[in-house]
């Protein structure tokens, strides 16, 4: 009899989706312990936001991270970071190969899938190299932040600061320390002018977002382009594009706004940072605030958008927009093959990018609604929550200093985004990329207008 074996073995997106969740729980009681606040005891609310805003490398705060949390408060977000950064699956896997000395076919292509990888073949390497890289980029980030924290931090507090900072950019988080210090004017605002600070953060966060994948293609093929995968050259070129654009637009729409009585050098710096962080990172320099309207709207834009697939970024991801826009040229000249370059891409992952774009939309849209309804203000309101959405929903983390005057009901709404932008999307991306195994039977076509 098989009464009692009706038991279904969980998918790993099932595994992936439990695991951060538990990471997230876990991460909130110790949050809300009395000695992880500096004075009182922070609601569970609050801590629950937290953790989830650190475990899905998002970055929002109900309030500033160095003023309120304790360095033991300080230390835990800093885990769940590093932890939501890298990835639960992958410390998972790292866990398996010391104590069994190797993967089975099962945990292999979670690990994959996790990160973005495409063969089941070297999985040990892979796991190998983003330890070792995730490493040497927090390290190097760090060293280099030093040099600047300890003259204006003191020796203790500019080295944990600066391996703070580091860990946070490359893992795209956006939590900072500067709140409350000497130099707390909010964020990195106090280095909007200085280029060791701006570039250390914005290469951090720039290889952070690339994925592991991408920078592993590219040392494998000895930084020769010629070698490098198709998805690689394709993701370098547009990755580039967006953040060269997204800076170029930025210097033209806040030259004589956001960014006047700045010098030529800092106006430049003030660029690269904000199209950089608008990424998926959160740190700014240039409170989004001061923005005008184009570049709100550009800042939106970007964080739509996101890094890469398998990285430490959130948003729709670069391929899944690129996907779409060449879909949209496709469809324009009547074309049946979506071509880049000498290569051509299935039609079927159009389907999937639209899929995944409209989810995405669908969700900035209803949480809009949502804490519209119940939140107060106006207009000023209204652009505030825009951007609050897409910012936790893409796990950026830039905010119109909105959401320590959130209601606990807006609050849950964009705890349950955070968690979807870091891991119900991507679960439904790659639940969408197995093939149907319904019936070849096909119903009937009919007329259908749209446009």
Same mark, same amino acid.
């Given at each position: ?78 885990? @769940? $970071?590093?932890? *939501? /950064? #890298? %990835? &639960?699956?992958?410390?998972?896997? +790292? ?108 290469? @951090? $966060?720039?290889? *952070? /977002? #690339? %994925? &592991?994948?991408?920078?592993?293609? +590219? ?233």
């Amino acid at each position: 009899m098989k009464l009692f074996k009706t038991k279904k073995r969980m998918n790993v997106w099932s595994y992936l989706a439990l695991g951060f969740l538990t990471v997230i729980l876990l991460g909130s009681v110790l949050l809300v312990l009395p000695f992880s606040a500096r004075e009182g005891q922070t609601s569970y609310i609050d801590a629950l936001f937290t953790a989830v805003s650190a475990a899905c490398v998002t970055g929002l705060v109900p309030f500033e991270t160095n003023v309120h949390w304790s360095e033991f408060g300080q230390a835990v977000i800093l885990i @769940l $970071i590093q932890l *939501g /950064g #890298l %990835g &639960f699956m992958t410390f998972v896997s +790292v866990l398996l190969l010391m104590v069994r000395h190797g993967l089975g076919q099962y945990e292999r292509r979670a690990v994959l899938q996790s990160v973005g990888g495409g063969s089941l073949s070297g999985v040990k390497k892979l796991v190998r190299r983003i330890i070792i890289g995730t490493a040497v980029f927090e390290l190097l980030g760090a060293a280099l932040l030093s040099i600047r924290f300890i003259p204006d931090l003191g020796v203790g507090r500019g080295i944990w600061y600066a391996f703070f900072h580091s860990v946070s950019a490359f893992c795209n988080a956006g939590f900072d320390l500067m709140g409350g210090t000497a130099v707390g004017t909010g964020s990195l605002s106090h280095y909007v002018g200085d280029p060791l600070v701006v570039l250390t953060v914005c290469g @951090l $966060i720039v290889f *952070g /977002g #690339l %994925g &592991f994948c991408i920078w592993g293609d +590219v040392i494998d093929c000895h930084l020769n382009p010629k070698k490098f995968s198709f998805y690689t050259r394709v993701i370098l070129v547009v990755n580039t594009t967006l953040l060269v654009g997204g800076a170029a637009l930025f210097l033209l729409f806040e030259w004589n706004h956001a960014y006047a009585g700045m010098g030529v050098g800092e106006k430049v710096l003030a660029a690269i940072f904000n199209s950089t962080t608008a990424r998926t990172a959160g740190f700014w320099t240039t409170d989004p605030c001061t923005l005008s309207d184009s570049g709100y709207l550009l800042t939106v834009i970007l964080m739509f958008i996101g890094g890469c697939s398998g990285s430490t970024a959130g948003g729709i991801k670069v391929g899944t927009f690129t996907v779409i826009v060449m879909g949209m040229f496709t469809a324009f000249r009547r074309s049946h093959d979506i071509n880049i370059g000498k290569r051509r891409i299935e039609v079927g992952l159009l389907f999937q990018a639209l899929a995944i774009f409209a989810a995405y939309l669908f969700l900035v849209l209803i949480a809009t609604l949502i804490i519209s309804a119940v939140q107060p203000g106006g207009q000023d309101s209204f652009r505030a929550t825009l951007f609050e959405t897409v910012s936790a929903l893409g796990t950026v983390g830039l905010s119109m200093s909105f959401t320590g005057t959130l209601y606990w009901g807006s609050k849950l709404i964009l705890i349950l985004l955070m968690y979807a932008g870091r891991v119900g999307i991507l679960t439904l991306a790659f639940a969408l990329a197995h093939k149907h195994t319904g019936g070849t039977v096909r119903r009937p076509a009919d007329t259908f207008y749209i446009g």
